[in-house]
């Protein structure tokens, strides 16, 4: 059996519970060892033998997964965040659906909602925005079309971007072209909720600016959006003049 577990967003103990006691019963741990944080590896029992993808293809993996099944080991797949995003996680479940080898998926806190714990931030604001994009500029890796960062910055909605700190000169400039204004706030996370994270907080206008100074190439986040300025309207959830469920507006 396989078990594809997300690590959390950094911070060793925010990892779920499951993910832990996963850790913990394996004989065989396959982890992403350029992103996730080596303190998870510790809930590990002595013996696990460990593995790190960050050296291996996708073949590779495969083998030390088929090479543990036969011998009736249990391995746990250990992604950085939440493998449901950017954890090529699909190729993988192909592959043991087609080699008949039994999985299933522990989520994990992604590294979108550890930066906004860390910038103590509500991506969704009453009258500001409703929607979340998650995205990643187009490098080496291409996008759709239809997901450019141009089209998606139209929306002027909150946007998150994974996978982009290196790609910021491009990037400023499209989201200006689609259309969020040079004075939008933005927030660089530098490894959220590790021990050594780093906050930068600019403009779009002075985002490549501020990344290129401060030296971030790689394991940030991008976040872009209102959500981060003054102004919002409070929520009619707790409104005393709004009747919900569970309670009668005051009259």
């Not at 309207?233 to 005051?250: C, H, I, K, M, V």
């Amino acid at each position: 059996m396989v078990h594809f577990v997300g690590a959390g967003c950094g911070a060793a103990d925010l990892i779920t519970l499951r993910g832990a006691r996963l850790l913990g019963e394996a004989d065989v741990v396959i982890y992403a060892g350029s992103l996730v944080n080596p303190e998870v590896l510790e809930y590990t029992r002595p013996g696990c033998a460990l593995y790190d993808s960050a050296k291996m293809t996708l073949e590779q993996v495969l083998a030390i997964i088929q090479e543990a099944e036969a011998a009736g080991k249990m391995t746990v797949r250990l992604h950085s965040g939440d493998s449901s995003i950017y954890g090529a996680v699909r190729e993988q479940f192909d592959q043991l659906d087609r080699l008949g080898i039994d999985y299933d998926v522990c989520p994990g806190v992604s590294a979108f909602c550890g930066a906004a714990a860390s910038l103590k931030a509500e991506y969704t604001l009453p009258d500001v925005s409703q929607t979340v994009i998650i995205t990643r500029t187009a490098g080496r890796t291409s996008v759709p079309e239809s997901e450019s960062i141009q089209s998606l910055a139209a929306h002027r909605s909150t946007m998150v971007l994974f996978l982009s700190t290196n790609l910021t000169e491009k990037l400023q400039t499209q989201l200006m072209e689609g259309g969020y204004p040079g004075k939008t706030p933005v927030a660089v996370v530098y490894k959220a909720t590790w021990p050594d994270e780093k906050i930068f907080r600019c403009t779009v206008e002075s985002l490549h600016k501020t990344v290129k100074e401060n030296g971030l190439t790689r394991t940030a986040l991008i976040i872009v959006g209102d959500c981060m300025g003054e102004k919002y309207q409070r929520s009619r959830l707790y409104d005393p003049e709004f009747s919900t469920l569970f309670r009668e507006a005051d009259r």
